[in-house]
């Protein structure tokens, strides 16, 4: 079967440079420096040794990916990675909790130029892509280098399956002939299927981040020496919604908001504050934690824009609102905070994560609202109630348990080996 992107990818991707290259150097500027300018072009350094590749797009697929990689390399220990990302934040986190025998890179854009080159240096035969990423012309090099590509803890949302990959459609079928697509669910199995997947090709493993490396709420670092809510993984419009319901319901407390993007930290302060004047112009400025800035008794309001440091947060919260669910974003994933001992809720958009929360319903482990203001009655219930909230905590807990096995599955299937053995 002929591997190259059809015409409609490739003109697709033409009108689209400008833009393309317009953010690669915003990117550039803002965060990323030379070598991400350089390696997003295919410039990418040498490899030294027969590495495997693996390829986490940004911070979720990263924080996916590290459990998995560090299973790999206790099974191998002469296991050497190539672990590639998109983004700048993404890097980030892998540099701070970077596997051994592991070097970095930024993946190339999917142009046939930037492929190429980057092929040219690298040494692998396999090619692990955490989650999503389906891009034609990456896939057709390793098609064309005899790389076999493997589609691991694999999810489509429903942006991959909207109208212009449906104009993509030919281009993401040839793509993922030959590919091993390792899904989170049935439902993911057969999205697969549909875009182009071969059924025979196709497996149900589970949830990757169902293993998720826990916080010990013993261990866990105090971030502020005052109680608080979590509101996590928020989206713009919904920090509005969840302030200004906190404001208004409450007259003391703090609300803690850990944008889903930290770079929004100065704007979503703006915004905060324009907020808390409507409400009570005495109420001093929310904090920013990427400037240190303090807290008080009366602060009301706290923004967590930082990156690396959530697991912390829900730690050592009262309670949890996941967001990304207010909005039709798709909802992030229950997972993390569920392991971490802190009551849940998410709002009615979670179609990124709907077998998740839907395991978490059937354990009576998680709360699903509707709205801003039903949020924060849960996070106040769940803040004093602690009967009810301890409940909450247990049945997430157990569902969550019987997930012990994902990670087991997924090094049998990747490593082909006895996953009883030792």
Known sequence: MKQNPPWRYRFGILLLLPLIVAHLFYRTAKDGGWRYLKERLGFTKPAPFHELHVHAASVGEVITALPLLNEIQRRNTHQRLLITTNTPTGADILHRRMPVRARHAYMPLDFSVTTKRFFKTQKYSESWIIETEIWPWFYSSCHLNGVKVTIVSGRLSHRSRGSVSNFFHLAYQRALHGVQVLARSEADANNFIDRGAQAHRVSVLGNLKWVSTP?????????????????ASTHDDEETQLADAWLSSVDSGLMVIAPRHPERGARLQGQLLRIQLANDINLPPPPRRSLDEPVSDETRLYI???????????????????????????????????????????????????????????????????????????????????????????????????????????????????????
């Open 215 to 231: 916080v010990n709420t013993d261990e866990y670092q105090l971030l502020l020496p005052h109680s608080y809510v979590l509101a």
């Open 304 to 422: 967590a824009d930082t990156l690396g440091e959530l697991p912390h947060w829900y730690a050592g919260a009262s309670a949890t609102f996941i967001g990304g669910s207010l909005v039709a974003h798709g909802g992030h994933n229950v997972l993390e905070a569920a392991r971490a001992i802190t009551p849940i809720a998410t709002g009615p958009y979670t179609d990124n994560f709907e077998h998740e929360v839907n395991l978490l319903i059937d354990a009576r482990g998680i709360s699903v609202i509707d709205n801003a203001s039903d949020a924060i009655a849960f996070l106040l219930r769940a803040s004093t109630d602690l009967s009810w909230s301890k409940s909450c905590t247990h049945n997430a807990s157990t569902a969550l348990n019987k997930l012990d096995t994902v990670l087991d599955d997924y090094c049998h299937h990747l490593l082909k080996v006895d996953s009883n053995a030792r």
